[in-house]
């Protein structure tokens, strides 16, 4: 397991020295499979909740749409309810950032579960003052805003320590680990909070809408309780205990000088990502509308959602393999052009594959589409993050990273109607988006050249190149891994005291 809360019951710092002459030493530390496993798991598994919480809530915003009408659809709740949640996730990443480094990345990790479990529950029951119905669609948007906090914390807090554990699991099978509990966990939070409501409408019908938005929103207490425990258990990762900067003031100056241009290179390339997916989510909009016509009913809708939506899957889960074999660089280097190439395609051919009659061939190459994003950045652009940084500011690098994105997204969403106004009317607006975001994609992959090579071992070998760095501008890197109350020199006369007893013993 990742070892003790208690900080006391930490094994001695390994000196640099160390980890030169054994470059891979938590893969050497005696554990079972299950106890390498479960903290992985544990740690990474929560970001079902960010796909489920996202997604579920377009569903029943068309519920409430359908249920209040134009007493929602005219007021800004429409907007905020779904916006709300992306300036939360900022907010969260950022402060879950600093505390995965300087507090704890379990405790950060317990926390954002409580949150999450405590605001998914409150906004199931939102109600408005005498039942105001604007008075509940303020508490949601409060309630989504906390949920958003509960979701930032799972990007650094858990993705972080989620690759952290990896590194002691087996060689040429941590990238797809990482992965799989993961963005494929968030692939399957987007299924699932797709299928839910439309399995909920099936059951309560359209005239019991107010049970089934409830239940759907309710249900996203789920995942977090059941990986409550898990987490209650979770221990620090062991490269965290020997490269942590806990109890010392971090020199953010070098830290800048040394990743700067890093993490400036690994923003643009998540914040690119992020900007991109939300123009390529019009042509599931336009696949949906050529099967079910201008009056669908929402069971149909609610169904064509979730079979777009397992389209990410089967990519996300062989991008995971492919990680492994090339890279995650070139992984996502090589995804995100063929996702561009078939942008391009997909925009050139509009005119064709919108027609109603060729709606097939259109489902199947979007499909493809989809499944080259995660083949690409989706599996990647998380496990690029948190493998190149040291572990002492890793929380906080990815945390900065991650909000980029989130802010992309944002960006994204305001620009892309006046680029489909660029392009004028017909099928041209629709076009000019595509065209712009798949050019941005081959940008994408050139800037992912620019960073460094991401092997299984760059966790720890990060780690050394970062202290040499350190100790060439004159920082003292014994202050790395130090515990609560201890010093230096309190160190080094522990170390000496062990060296002194084993020589006595031999």
């Given amino acids: 397991m ?44 929560g970001l079902f909740s960010d796909g489920y919480i996202n997604n579920v809530i377009g569903s029943v915003s068309t519920m409430l749409g359908t249920i209040y009408k134009k007493e929602y659809k005219d007021s800004s709740a429409l907007q905020n309810i779904s916006a709300i949640t992306f300036v939360g996730t900022v907010v969260g990443q950022l402060i879950f950032g600093y505390t995965s480094d300087k507090w704890s990345r379990s405790n950060s990790l317990l926390v954002s579960t409580i949150i999450l479990i405590i605001f998914a529950a409150l906004g199931s029951a939102a109600y408005g003052y005498h039942g105001s119905a604007q008075g509940m669609f303020a508490a949601l948007t409060a309630y989504r805003f906390f949920v958003g906090i509960g979701i930032g914390g799972e990007y650094p807090a858990g993705s972080v320590a989620c690759s952290e554990a990896t590194g002691e699991l087996k060689s040429g099978t941590r990238n797809r680990w990482f992965i799989m509990f993961t963005n494929v966990m968030i692939d399957w939070g987007f299924v699932v909070g797709a299928f839910i409501p439309y399995l909920l409408v099936v059951i309560c019908t359209e005239n019991h809408l107010r049970a089934a938005w409830r239940i759907s929103l309710g249900l996203g207490v789920v995942p977090p309780l059941l990986l409550l425990y898990l987490r209650i258990k979770l221990k620090e990762p062991e490269e965290f205990k020997r490269e942590s900067m806990k109890y010392v003031t971090i020199p953010y100056g070098l830290v800048f000088r040394y990743y700067g241009f890093r993490l400036f290179i690994v923003s643009l390339i998540w914040f690119i990502y992020d900007f991109s997916t939300y123009s390529f989510g019009i042509y599931s909009s336009t696949i949906v509308a050529n099967v079910l016509g201008d009056n669908p009913s929402l069971a149909q809708t609610f169904g064509w959602n979730t079979v777009i939506n397992l389209f990410y899957v089967p990519g996300a889960m062989l991008g995971s393999i492919f990680s492994d074999k090339v890279g995650p660089r070139y992984a996502l280097a090589i995804g995100v052009t063929l996702q561009a190439v078939f942008g391009f395609i997909m925009a050139g051919a509009y005119n064709h594959l919108a027609q109603p009659a060729n709606v097939a061939g259109f489902a199947v190459i979007y499909g493809i589409f989809l499944s080259l994003g995660e083949v690409g950045p989706g599996d990647n652009i998380g496990l690029v993050a948190s493998k190149t940084c040291a572990t002492g500011v890793r929380g906080q690098y990815y945390a900065i990273a991650a909000a980029t994105g989130k802010i992309g997204a944002f960006v994204g969403t305001y620009i892309f109607p006046y680029i489909e106004k660029a392009g004028g009317s017909g099928n041209a607006s629709a076009q000019y988006p595509f065209y ?71």
């Fill in 436 to 506: 712009v975001s798949s050019s941005l994609c081959i940008f994408s992959a050139g800037l992912v050249m620019l960073l460094p090579h991401i092997g299984q071992d760059t966790i720890t070998t990060e780690d050394i190149k970062f202290r040499e760095y350190l100790e060439s501008k004159g920082w003292d890197t014994n202050q790395l891994g130090l515990l609560k109350g201890e010093s230096v020199e309190s160190r080094a006369a522990a170390v000496r005291q062990v060296e002194q007893e084993e020589k006595k013993e031999e």
């Fill in 2 to 45: 990742f070892g003790s809360k208690n900080e006391s019951d930490s094994p001695p710092v390994t000196t640099s020295e160390n980890y030169v002459q054994n470059v891979d030493p938590l893969a050497e530390i005696p554990k079972t499979q299950w106890e390498r496993m479960w903290p992985a798991l544990a740690c990474g598994s």
